[in-house]
């Protein structure tokens, strides 16, 4: 099993660029997640899915947008990249929900914006 | 989820024991206390899990008062891999807040020679 895997793990935007960062899981888990983690801060929840098809926000969504067409992918958009928004994004996966239920982490993205 | 307490840094010789507290004094019945590590340029990964009493695993081992207030996160004989930092979660499964773990600033170890 790879696990959680994410891609690209690392890419530079200028202001205003789009792109599109992909998360994939094989363990079949039904939640998935998105955090950005910024220097000397814990991880902030961006988006989160709960089944194919299903997305929701979470803590800090403004200017991101995600879709989870397949249930192995979740997808997270920035349409117009800001300088605010370089960070280091963790894609996650879980069976359940819940802060019982482990979650497992993909590599990471790090993305700096211009 | 509980707010929860840890020191932010924390260093160490190689071979010795590390003991990281954390405290919760507003853990609720239902909550459960789990222990993250993430290394540098890593996603965080899961490393123990417990309600009360003592847990171990190959890993660590986890030590829980009676009023579950607090909580010890052990690593016996670390190593210079063991340098990470080390997250303490408390909540519980059922909370409809749950979605999100709340990962806080953890505590940095630094382990050398």
């Known amino acids: 099993n790879a696990g959680v895997t994410q891609t690209p793990k690392f890419r530079v935007l200028k202001t205003g660029q789009s792109m599109t960062l992909l998360c994939a899981q094989d363990m079949n888990h039904e939640y998935m997640y998105w955090y950005r983690q910024d220097p000397g801060m814990g991880l902030r929840l961006i988006h989160y899915s709960v089944g194919e098809g299903t997305t929701a926000k979470g803590e800090v969504p403004d200017g991101y947008n995600v879709s989870r067409l397949k249930k192995q992918n979740f997808l997270l958009g920035l349409e117009s990249a800001a300088p605010s928004q370089t960070s280091v994004y963790f894609c996650?996966?879980?069976?359940?929900?819940?802060?019982?239920?482990?979650?497992?982490f993909g590599p990471g993205t790090r993305l700096l914006v211009l | 989820l509980a707010k929860t307490t840890q020191p932010i840094s924390m260093d160490s010789y190689e071979g010795q024991e590390v003991n990281i507290t954390c405290s919760h004094n507003n853990i609720a019945t239902n909550d459960y206390i789990t222990w993250y590590q993430q290394f540098p340029s890593q996603g965080p990964r899961f490393i123990i899990q417990?309600?009360?009493t003592k847990v171990t695993n190959e890993v660590a081992s986890l030590f829980i008062p009676a009023d579950r207030k607090s909580s010890t996160l052990s690593l016996p004989r670390v190593s210079l891999s063991d340098t990470a930092v080390y997250y303490c979660?408390?909540?519980?499964?059922?909370?409809?807040?749950?979605?999100?773990?709340?990962f806080g600033k953890g505590t940095s170890l630094l382990v050398t020679p």
């Open positions: 417990g309600y009360k």
């Open positions: 979660l408390v909540g519980d499964g059922r909370s409809n807040s749950g979605y999100a773990l709340n």
């Open positions: 996650a996966s879980s069976y359940a929900r819940g802060a019982r239920e482990t979650q497992y």
